[in-house]
């Protein structure tokens, strides 16, 4: 009974199938299980991203425009869901932040199911470039740029038709989405410009934290984008729902959406994303700090 319970329980134990572990085995395994704990490094990280955007370069357009044009409709559910949640909660001032839960589902969607979403290629289409510093990288990446972009639009553009012209939401639903399509339009040309930077900073951030917590991808997603809606910032494809969903249905004209949102979006998406999170991120393990 006595050999049993040493059997079971080996630690202190000395005998042949149970050998005392030395000071420097002990140490080691302690050292082992702390490496396994740590976060990843910055260079580690950057390694990671740089992959995924060397591999989403190589993708044929075709590849890239379908990837593409499925995220912009799936960002258009992050409207549907705010809506509902707006629609179904008192006037009160604390309706906003739970509303805003549902500003992230399209993003979640879009996480989650791989596919390409502009603010997010901010950051991994410019990672390789930043890296080979070649011309044929630079025009690689305005080449997915464009199409990503091009296609994110019309999906967004698709969805805002079905919300307008179908009868799939209701006349009180349809109303409280040209509210949000209002809303999202309201800032001017500065205020739109400054509100869209952080909103590209922190998308470009999903794929830059997303290797340090690969099973929190969801998690990452939500509070990220939740900060962009709560914060009331402007994000090119998610805005672009809410916009087009005013224009189509005659509240808005084109001119508010190209001029008034969509452009001032873009430039300040795109330097959140490419000029801040991408090289700001590339820079600290260019010059080693980020060992």
């Not at 805003?100 to 596919?115: M, N, S, T, W």
């Not at 994000?235 to 087009?244: F, K, R």
Request: proline content about 4%; hydrophobic content about 50%.
């Amino acid at each position: 009974m006595a050999n049993d319970e040493r059997r079971a329980n080996p630690e202190g134990t000395d005998n042949e199938d149970f050998p005392r572990e030395s000071p420097e085995e002990a140490k080691k395994r302690d050292n082992e299980a702390a490496e396994q704990r740590r976060a990843l490094s910055a260079q580690v990280v950057h390694g990671a991203v740089l992959k995924e955007g060397e591999e989403e370069l190589e993708r044929a357009s075709s590849a890239l425009a379908w990837s593409a044009l499925a995220a912009g409709i799936s960002m258009g559910f992050s409207l549907v869901a705010e809506g509902v949640l707006r629609n179904h909660l008192p006037d009160a001032p604390w309706r906003l932040l739970v509303a805003k839960f549902g500003y992230a589902l399209g993003f979640i969607l879009v996480v989650l199911g791989r596919q390409r979403l502009y603010t997010e290629d901010t950051l991994t289409a410019v990672i390789p470039v930043l890296d080979k510093k070649s011309m044929s990288a630079f025009m690689n990446m305005l080449r997915l740029w464009g199409i990503v972009l091009a296609a994110n639009v019309v999906g967004a553009a698709l969805f805002a038709l079905f919300v307008v012209h179908t009868r799939a939401f209701s006349p009180e639903m349809q109303a409280t989405f040209v509210d949000i399509g209002r809303d999202a339009a309201r800032p001017d040309l500065l205020a739109m410009f400054l509100k869209a930077m952080p909103a590209g900073w922190l998308i470009a951030m999903i794929p830059w934290v997303g290797p340090s917590a690969p099973d929190s991808r969801l998690w990452i997603a939500l509070i990220l984008a939740y900060a962009v809606g709560v914060a009331e910032f402007s994000h090119i494809i998610a805005g672009s729902v809410e916009v087009l969903v005013g224009v189509f249905s005659g509240a808005l004209s084109w001119g508010t959406f190209w001029v008034r949102f969509f452009l001032p979006t873009l430039v300040g998406n795109t330097i959140g994303g490419a000029l801040f999170v991408a090289t700001l991120g590339h820079a600290q393990v260019e010059s080693g700090e980020g060992k």
